[in-house]
Each structure stands twice: as structure tokens, then as C-alpha cells.
């Protein structure tokens, strides 16, 4: 059966234990906080701040590559740091002069835009623009709730932005899996559940694999009246298994288990790796695009020796990055990550083992699907 075996997980608690030890030793006696930590001895501790938000990863993994706009980005996305640093208002009001300096010399971001979207991408610019001039008024007032409300605006059209510099899928999938359905691009996905309703976006620009079968699944309206089997508290929480003796998805027209390899793009790789855990393959440190350090990560399930053997169930990773340290983890480079949960956190948060989906939709990104080659 597709798993996080027990033996993974006793050493996720073990590890987040220590975490929190770690965290609290290095607060009491230093007056900081750490980025992030892993018991392992071979494992450094990784250097600044751990993304922990789902929309920021997703942001940063998108393939393009315009400095400018990655600044703009990461100064909106500090004032989130700042507000939880006590409130630094004067730092959140570098973030914003920092801002406004790049959006005030639009060419270098338009130059990584196609020509025909550019219109757009000068509209939203402009739009931009005003925002971070508000903003700086916002935090005169020092309005905090006004200031993360707008500053969440911004920032979706900064994603918009960088959304629209992606000119062409930025690699080929290995031909021995075009009998898998691929998702070349990114898609939405939107939940129901008897406990309320849940928002994902699965990227197919860092696991298209995976990310395909999942889209396919929901498409088929597999997931549609399947229970969560399994619920850790502040680990994960698993559904995908279909009633009967089968523990995955058996394609109808083939009347097989259809296997959806380990896949995971490593930060530096133009490609993802197929088939072997990072660890196993001698890379330690390397860090996936996709992280587990985020509350909602999502991630394939499967046998704890078959690394090839995921199919149809998945989990949310409910990891709790405000309480422990988000970083490398022993779950990273070992399981498939293709998206995050983006709206729905308390709805997750209160899902355990026998609660249901009532049904789940693609409700964008529906073209990006490309379906097997039939032989």
C-alpha cells in the first residue's frame, strides 16, 4: 500500500521534536530565530529564511529568469517576515522604496515579456505601481491587517507578471514516460469536502508527471467520494485509495496499475530527476524546487521500497512551519511534491481519517493536460 511507512514517520517526529528543542535552546540563549534544522550529521543547516508560504513557492519555481521582477517579489514578500519581527515598520518601509525603485524602470521587466503580452504586463505595472504607493500609506497608519490584505493583492499580480515572461515549457519529459498523462504547465484544483472546501495549484513546470496523473484523476472524477484514510496530527493527512483490494488507479484501457515514478526537480537541475531518491543519489544537500516547508505541500504517496510504485494516493503535508523550523527535512528529496494547497487552511486543519471528498474539479489550466501516447 502507498505510505509514509511508520518508520518515516517516527523519524519526522523524531526530527520535529528536536526541532522545536532546538528552537526554543537557540531562542533562550541567543534571543533569535533559527531558518531551519534537521538532526541529520550530514545535513548543514540551511542558510536564511525558509519560504514556508505555498503561493511564494510556487511563484519562485515558475522557469524564468528576470532579476528585477525576483526583486520586486522578494521585497513585498519580507514585509510578511517584518510583521511577524514585532512589527518593523521601518524595514517594511525599505521593502516598499525598494519596490517602487524597480517598477520605476519598467523596460528591465518588460524585457523578458513577449511582445504580444506586453500591454498587459504594462497595465499591470502600472496597477503596481499604485499599489506600493498605497501601501506606503498604510503603513504610516500602521493598519497591519489592511497591510497584509493589500500586500496579498500585489503580490498576485506580481505572479501574473511572472507568469507571463514563460515563453516555452522549459524541458522535454524522458520519452519512456509519454504513456503517461503530463501537465505542461500549471492547473487549478478545487476541492469539496463535508468539512468545507479546499484551493490547490499542482505545478507542471517542476513535476509534470505527477502532476499530470494527478490532474487526469480529477478529471476522471476519481477522487470524488473517497475518504482520507489516514490522519497524522501536524503531519500529514493521505486519501487516494479507492474501495476494493486495489490500492491505486487501473487505467481502463490498459486494465493495469498505472505507476507514476519518483520525480523531483533539484534547485540548479534544467530537468527533473526520474526513479531515485536525491539521498540515494549522493545529494544530499541539494534542495527540491517543490519543498516540504510549507503548511499544505502536496506530495504522491507510495511503497516505502518502490520508489516507482506511487499512483493515485496523495497527501498534505500539515507540517506547522509558525511553530517549528522549516528547512531541509527528512521527507525532501524522498517524495514527490506537484503543488500546495493556496486557500482552505482551516478547512485542512480540521480533516482527519474518515472524512470525505465530495468531489473535486480542474477549474484552470485544463489545457496544459496532455494525454498518453497510445502505442
Not at 171 to 190: D, H, I
Request: charged fraction near 25%; avoid cysteine.
Amino acid at each position: 500500500m502507498p505510505y509514509l511507512s511508520n518508520a518515516m514517520f517516527n523519524l519526522l517526529k523524531s526530527w520535529l521534536k528536536k526541532s522545536l528543542i532546538a528552537v526554543l535552546l537557540v531562542t533562550i540563549s541567543l534571543g533569535i530565530s533559527t531558518a531551519g534544522w534537521t538532526p541529520m550529521s550530514r545535513a548543514a543547516l540551511p542558510a536564511g529564511n525558509a519560504i514556508t508560504d505555498g503561493n511564494a513557492l510556487l511563484r519562485y519555481a515558475l522557469p524564468i529568469d528576470n532579476k528585477p521582477v525576483r526583486d520586486l517579489q522578494a521585497s513585498l514578500e519580507d514585509i510578511a517576515a517584518q510583521l511577524r519581527a514585532n512589527r518593523r515598520w521601518g524595514a517594511i518601509s525599505k521593502d516598499l522604496s525598494k519596490a517602487s525603485r524597480i517598477l520605476n524602470n519598467p523596460d528591465k521587466i518588460l524585457a523578458s515579456v513577449p511582445q504580444e503580452r506586453q500591454p498587459q504586463a504594462e497595465a499591470w505595472i502600472a496597477e503596481l505601481k499604485s499599489g506600493v504607493t498605497s501601501l506606503d500609506e498604510v503603513v504610516k497608519t500602521k493598519d497591519k491587517e489592511k497591510l497584509r490584505s493589500e500586500r496579498a493583492k500585489l503580490l498576485n499580480l506580481v505572479t501574473l507578471l511572472e507568469e507571463s515572461m514563460v515563453k516555452k515549457y522549459p524541458f522535454e519529459v524522458p520519452a519512456e514516460y509519454s504513456n503517461l498523462p503530463q501537465l505542461k504547465g500549471r492547473a487549478t484544483v478545487e476541492m469539496k469536502t463535508n468539512k468545507g472546501n479546499l484551493t490547490m495549484i499542482v505545478d507542471g513546470y517542476s513535476a509534470p508527471v505527477t502532476a499530470g496523473n494527478f490532474v487526469d484523476l480529477v478529471q476522471r472524477g476519481f477522487y470524488n467520494g473517497l475518504e482520507f484514510t489516514r490522519s497524522e496530527e501536524s503531519y500529514v493527512l493521505q486519501t487516494g485509495d479507492p474501495a476494493g483490494k486495489e490500492v491505486g488507479f487501473i487505467d481502463p484501457k490498459t486494465k493495469k496499475y498505472r505507476a507514476i515514478p519518483l520525480e523531483i526537480l533539484a534547485e540548479g537541475d534544467k530537468e527533473p530527476t526520474y526513479g531515485i531518491t536525491l539521498e540515494e543519489a549522493g545529494r544530499y544537500t541539494d534542495m527540491p524546487v517543490l519543498p516540504f516547508s510549507a503548511f499544505g505541500a502536496l506530495a504522491m504517496a507510495r511503497p516505502e521500497n518502490e520508489v516507482n510504485g506511487g499512483s493515485s494516493q496523495f497527501f498534505f503535508f500539515l507540517f506547522e512551519p509558525e511553530l517549528t523550523p522549516a528547512g531541509r527535512n527528512l521527507l525532501d528529496g524522498r517524495y514527490s511534491v506537484f503543488g500546495y494547497l493556496t486557500e482552505g487552511k482551516e478547512v485542512l486543519d480540521q480533516l482527519k481519517a474518515g472524512d470525505k471528498i465530495e468531489s473535486a474539479k480542474v477549474t484552470q489550466g485544463i489545457e496544459n493536460l496532455v494525454e498518453p501516447k497510445t502505442a
